[in-house]
T-cell receptor, first 114, second 109 residues
């Protein structure tokens, strides 16, 4: 595997389900990000981890819970989601957490909440 | 508030040239990115401008004017594979990355 990978690519879940999104980067980077991408809207930064420590949480609802066990892996745990949470969830990594550094994105998980 | 403006959609012809504009109003400026995103795929880095002027990379060029709060991405010799969304993002004075909503570029034969 190369670059940034995400699983699953597609996920349909009910509002009472619990699921997790997984991201893995094979680039030796120190920072990882979760973004939400909704149609015709700007990317929304959800969480930033630098050296496995969370450095930013942009007021994301508690039904989204991130986990970064090491610098290569990032998870997003989901529970009791709402239909408006349906979106493309993108993971990204960069060499450091400074935003002036290029970010490498995964292909995303298309989430549908029913 | 902070704002990035890009056209929602543009159409161009294969072999032609297209310019995608991005204007920004942010609290300070520490650089501007352009990313390309094909439908259903990951955004990929195209360019980063921090100083005024034009930077060329093959068929793609990116221009920045900090005094005007303006950038454009110029695509030459358009190919069908250039059909994608193009995302503009600005790093503000607090080193926050502010994203535009993207411009969907449609290339016609």
């Amino acid at each position: 595997e190369t670059g940034v990978t995400q699983t699953p690519r597609h996920l349909v879940m009910g509002m009472t389900n619990k699921k997790s999104l997984k991201c893995e980067q094979h680039l030796g980077h120190n920072a990882m990000y979760w973004y939400k991408q909704s149609a015709k809207k700007p990317l929304e930064l959800m969480f930033v981890y630098s050296l496995e420590e969370r450095v930013e949480n942009n007021s994301v609802p508690s039904r989204f819970s991130p986990e970064c066990p090491n610098s290569s892996h990032l998870f997003l745990h989901l529970h009791t989601l709402q239909p408006e949470d349906s979106a493309l969830y993108l993971c990204a990594s960069s060499q450091v957490s400074q935003p002036t550094y290029e970010q490498y994105f995964g292909p995303g998980t298309r989430l549908t909440v029913t | 508030g902070q704002n990035i403006d890009q056209p929602t959609e543009m159409t161009a012809t294969e072999g032609a040239i297209v310019q995608i504009n991005c204007t920004y109003q942010t609290s300070g400026f520490n650089g501007l990115f352009w990313y390309q995103q094909h439908a259903g795929e990951a955004p990929t880095f195209l360019s980063y401008n921090v100083l005024d002027g034009l930077e060329e990379k093959g068929r793609f060029s990116s221009f920045l004017s900090r005094s005007k709060g303006y950038s454009y991405l110029l695509l030459k010799e358009l190919q069908m594979k250039d059909s994608a969304s193009y995302l503009c993002a600005v790093v503000d004075s607090n080193y926050q990355l502010i994203w535009g909503a993207g411009t969907k570029l449609i290339i016609k034969p």
